[in-house]
């Protein structure tokens, strides 16, 4: 492997890197606190106010912030991806908690079931489609957060590779940036699609079951 192709590599797999941390710490984040919220008008009093002051700072203005908050450039690269992802994927979680329709959770706490078990089995599943979305969305919102700082504060990464092609005019670089961006954030963005297409369908085989435990006298 010639030095342009260990670099190439070098740069794909921080970018790569970067986005599993920020963009995980965000939907776990992000999904936790929208289902809470969503159920909850206490918390979404505490939550929301300070939350929709943030939310239409774009994570680029969060690029000065995050380089003095963090001493590594690593660590103000994942902030901003985190930031980019966080968002959209709270008010997705929290807009499929609002659309449950309130006759299933009545039935369900009609039937017996526990509170515990009305959010396991009611509201999480009744809200995956939306958290779908919302994690697809936030997943092209936060590679488009990360390129941004990786072509500020970045010593590796695809942003950082595509600026400095464009400032040394190598422009097949430029271009083979670009395509590494798309196919990147296709092949994140079909993953994380997989795998809640897998707990859907988990959650589809244990329905008969939840029906029959709620049954139960």
């Known amino acids: 492997m010639n030095e342009n192709s260990y670099a190439f590599v070098l740069v794909r797999c921080s970018g790569v890197k970067r986005i599993f941390a920020g963009f995980g710490l965000a939907a776990l984040l992000a999904v936790s606190l929208g289902l809470f919220v969503g ?4 918390i979404a009093d505490i939550f929301m106010s300070p939350l929709e002051v943030l939310r239409p700072i774009p994570a680029v203005a969060w690029i000065p912030l995050a380089i003095l908050m963090f001493v590594s450039p690593e660590g103000s690269m994942i902030f901003i991806t985190f930031i980019g992802a966080f968002f959209p994927i709270l ?7 609002a659309r449950i329709d309130r006759r299933l959770i009545f039935a369900a706490m009609t039937l017996g079931a526990s509170p515990v078990a009305v959010f396991l089995e009611v509201i999480l599943p009744g809200a995956l489609p939306a958290i779908v979305t919302g994690l697809s969305i936030g997943m092209g919102t936060s590679w488009f957060s990360l390129v941004t700082a990786e072509m500020i504060s970045g010593q590796y ?3 950082y590779y595509t600026w400095e092609a464009y400032t040394l005019q ?4 430029i271009v083979l940036g670009m395509i590494s961006f798309g196919l990147l954030g296709n092949v994140c963005n079909a993953s994380v699609r997989r795998a809640l297409s897998s707990y859907s369908a988990e959650l589809a085989g244990l329905a008969p079951q939840i029906g029959t435990r709620f049954f139960q006298v």
Do not use: E, M, Q
Request: aromatic share 6%; no cysteine.
């Open 91 to 97: 008010l997705s979680t929290i807009h499929g908690v």
């Open 39 to 42: 159920r909850s008008r206490l």
């Open 170 to 173: 190598n422009y097949p670089d």
């Open 157 to 159: 990464g695809i942003g």
